[in-house]
């Protein structure tokens, strides 16, 4: 079930979001979940290439295959939030 939210939004704003729906042909509300969808998946890029950046100063003699490697990486930085 979705969750209503409030948002309160200048003028400009508003009309930014209502073009941004016209010219896809979806409603404000669609635009704004498309807009958070994007916002996660950029936060999730940069807190993978951060490991990855992090992991390639390791030095490390035994390095797991890349099914394990990614495994843990989802576990340690996908869903279970921003903290």
């Not at 999730?44 to 990614?70: H, N």
Request: aromatic residues 2%.
């Amino acid at each position: 079930m979705a969750s209503r939210l409030e948002v309160r939004l200048d003028d400009e704003r508003k009309q930014r979001l209502e073009e941004l729906g016209e010219a896809e042909g979806v409603p404000i509300s669609e635009v704004v979940r498309r807009l958070i969808d994007d916002a996660w998946e950029e936060v999730m890029r940069a807190r993978r290439i951060a490991a990855v950046e992090r992991m390639a100063q390791l030095e490390i003699e035994d390095v797991p295959d890349p099914d394990t490697l990614s495994r843990e990486l989802e576990k340690t930085y996908e869903p279970g939030g921003l903290s």
